[in-house]
């Protein structure tokens, strides 16, 4: 009785002497390290540190055992002295090569977002079509000679070039609202694939700091502040295919940094008609740290493509021998674009526990695309090649403050955010020509100024295995469009506010199993030529969303994440091949279920895959006749990465995509495909040998498909069926690599 007596006076002791912890996580150069996750082996409280390294644990007395854990860094133990009691800790991590053993799980971390970086990290991004195929899920396709933005397949949408998913690069927006080919165009080609460090991403219209078009999800794309070293790289292969970059250490110092990256792209396609495909990029960032805790960083970065097309061809073409499958019925399509960003974002420590974030940016772009959907269809002499064009300019500036505090003594943590975005658009315009030179007729020109006016707040409060995180949106809207077809002055403006409610539920009863609830409302506006036209019915449609998912870390090398969740869209954008245009057509639900796995079969091998299965329907239409053309609902992306195994590494990748409809009764379907892709590195001193092959097994798949009514030359009537772009067959390229 007495030694029990003693055990719960001790046991009391302990709890009463208990008291929070702070302290700081750096690396061995000094720099704060973010979201390194912190958890006590003692008492099972959990931590993380914010945007300058600093943290905060609770529950936490002399020699208890803290662990820290953060990607690409060892892991680390760390026993709490008694002298560490009212001071600030100071703990450095030592770089490593990343591994599912550093993934920590608590209510307080995303480990989806983890899992993608360690797959950037184990299977590094080869091209620029490639960034996008980092995110669980997704699956691209490119139609138009290279330089059009890829068009992009997520949870049973055809999202066309970006209407239901938000992009963002450093902060900057990478989607184009009332474009002249399409709503929410996304043209992601700015970014040099060796300037990529991290990804963040999130399904569905959960994330109150992320507005329009965030309805399939958001994904945002973060550039490295400073490279570990210079670089040049040339590569060439089939197809009169060449590349060459260069990233280039310009300052490295305790309080600034610099690089310059810099690439151009060649390629003519398999096509019987070359691509005199090109692009050039160039980019600069500069990073420096200010007194009174702040920093601050420059981006300026330009790109400009142009390239001629073969453009979707019919089946029947094909079929009947007129043209071979890298043929073309209309070989003068084909554009040029460009765009020119200046980007500054700024920090500042407010307090121990405060901060201050803005960014400022500002892009001029350039537009120009000639198409031919249906051929002969609407000019039977001339044909009915379409040109789209656009100059537009957009500004905008954003700041969040942010918060660590307690509330009923657990962590509370807030962020308030507000914003602008103003769209500059100019002779946004759809025309018929003849090619690519001769005006037939205008079908649509004018001049659109959009604004876009925000504020957001962010919460999260954390008790025990649970973190609630309520959050809010508003939105201003304000579209006008001067329409210069009419022969007198003719203005016409709309304006709308919006409100949208999120909420995210998260419980982490242990370091290996993660159970989290999302719900929440987004939108995606619609193009400003619709809405002033439509007297402002619809502007914003609305996305209901709900997610019920769990994170499963088996052990340190086996990760398993699944999600069950639920999509209602209060308007449904579909392409219409004929004028190349997207245009509503009524209300959609979606139900699915994805799932994912990371296995770490041994130090050197790295296997990873997900599969995602959507049931997507028109909730308007009759049943048999409620099929939403081009929406997937099989898709799966995996493969198998080599590292850590000498001077040898390398990786085996794959997508798939099932059978799918192209028309709303199901009558016609767009043919799915398997393809795999294969890398193999050799470094030797400061080379690196590289093998790429794109369709290793020369799959014959169609890249991207649309049912379309056209009709050729010597046609009396018109005909609907798949026309398609073709995939590329076996492509071989060779890569060399200098480090210096």
């Given at each position: 009785m007495k030694s029990k007596l003693i055990w719960v006076l001790l046991l009391c002791c302990a709890f009463a002497n208990a008291q929070k912890i702070s302290g700081i996580v750096e690396t061995q150069n000094s720099l704060p390290l973010e979201d390194v996750a912190i958890f006590n082996k003692n008492s099972g409280t959990h931590s993380h540190t914010n945007n300058n390294g600093e943290f905060t644990i609770d529950k936490t007395t002399v020699n208890n055992e803290l662990y820290f854990s953060f990607l690409g860094f060892e892991p680390l133990t760390y026993q709490v002295q008694a002298s560490d009691v009212n001071t600030t800790i100071k703990i450095v991590l030592t770089q490593s090569a990343v591994s599912l053993e550093q993934i920590v799980i608590s209510p307080k971390v995303d480990v989806l977002n983890s899992i993608v970086n360690i797959d950037l990290e184990n299977n590094p991004v080869k091209n620029s079509q490639e960034v996008l195929r980092k995110v669980p899920g997704l699956i691209i396709g490119q139609h138009a000679g290279g330089g059009k933005a890829e068009q992009i397949f997520l949870r049973g949408f055809d999202i066309d070039h970006g209407t239901d998913i938000n992009l963002t690069v450093d902060g900057l927006p990478v989607n184009m609202v009332s474009h002249a080919h399409g709503q929410g165009y996304s043209d992601l080609h700015f970014l040099i694939p060796e300037t990529l460090d991290k990804i963040e991403f999130?399904?569905?219209?959960?994330?109150?700091?992320?507005?329009?078009?965030?309805?399939?999800?958001?994904?945002?794309?973060?550039?490295?502040?400073?490279?570990?070293?210079?670089f040049i790289s040339q590569e060439i292969g089939d197809f009169n295919s060449f590349r060459t970059a260069g990233v280039f250490k310009l300052l490295e110092t305790a309080t600034s940094n610099a690089y310059v990256a810099s690439s151009l792209n060649s390629f003519d396609g398999p096509y019987e008609t070359p691509q005199n495909f090109n692009r050039f990029n160039v980019m600069g960032k500069y990073n420096f740290a200010l007194q009174d805790d702040q920093r601050v960083s420059f981006l300026v970065s330009h790109f400009t493509s142009k390239w001629d097309a073969s453009g979707q061809i019919p089946e029947r073409a094909v079929a009947s021998g007129l043209i071979g499958r890298f043929g073309a019925i209309d070989a003068t399509e084909g554009g040029t674009t460009s765009r020119t960003n200046f980007l500054v974002n700024h920090a500042k420590k407010l307090s121990e526990t405060s901060n201050l974030e803005s960014s400022a940016y500002f892009s001029q772009y350039n537009f120009e695309l000639f198409s031919n959907f249906t051929f002969f269809l609407e000019d039977p002499v001339n044909g009915d090649q379409i040109r789209q064009f656009e100059a537009r300019n957009i500004l905008g500036f954003q700041t969040a403050y942010t918060k660590d505090t307690s509330l009923f003594d657990n962590d509370f943590e807030y962020s308030a955010g507000a914003g602008v975005r103003y769209d500059d658009v100019n002779d946004v315009q759809l025309s018929r020509t003849k090619n690519r030179d001769q005006l037939l007729e205008r079908l649509a020109f004018g001049d659109v100024d959009q604004i876009n006016s925000f504020a957001y707040l962010k919460t999260k409060y954390t008790t025990g295995d649970f973190s609630l995180s309520p959050e809010l949106r508003l939105d201003y809207f304000k579209f006008d469009y001067v329409n210069k077809l009419t022969e007198t002055y003719d203005n016409k403006s709309e304006s709308k506010?919006?409100?949208?409610?999120?909420?995210?539920?998260?419980y982490s009863p242990n370091q290996q199993l993660q159970l989290f609830a999302k719900t929440g409302i987004g939108f995606h506006s619609n193009d400003a030529r619709v809405v002033v036209a439509n007297e402002g019915e619809a502007i914003l449609p609305a996305a209901y969303g709900a997610d019920l998912g769990i994170v499963y870390k088996v052990n340190d090398k086996l990760i398993l994440n699944s999600a069950l969740w639920a999509l209602f869209l209060d308007q449904e954008f579909v392409y219409v091949g004929d004028v190349g245009i997207v245009e509503p057509s009524g209300k959609t639900r979606r139900t699915g279920i994805d799932f994912g796995a990371r296995y770490e079969a041994l130090n050197w091998l790295y296997l990873f895959g997900d599969i995602n299965y959507t049931y997507a329907r028109s909730t308007e239409e009759l049943e048999g006749e409620d099929y939403i053309p081009l929406a997937p609902d099989l898709t799966?992306?995996?493969g198998v990465s080599i590292d850590n195994l000498g001077a040898f590494s390398g990786g085996l990748n794959y997508r798939y995509i099932k059978d799918r409809p192209a028309n709303e009764d199901n009558s016609i379907v767009a043919a799915g495909y398997f393809v795999t892709d294969i890398t193999a590195n050799y470094t030797y001193k400061n080379f690196v040998f590289s093998l790429l092959i794109e369709n290793l097994f020369d799959t014959e798949w169609n890249e991207t498909q649309f049912a379309t009514e056209s009709r050729l030359f010597d046609e009396a009537e018109p005909v609907e069926e798949i026309h398609f772009t073709p995939g590329t067959p076996f492509f071989i390229r060779g890569k060399v690599t200098v480090n210096f």
């Open positions: 999130g399904k569905g219209p959960y994330y109150a700091e992320r507005g329009d078009f965030t309805t399939a999800g958001y994904v945002a794309f973060k550039t490295k502040d400073k490279v570990k070293n210079s506010v919006f409100a949208s409610p999120k909420f995210k539920a998260v799966s992306t995996g």
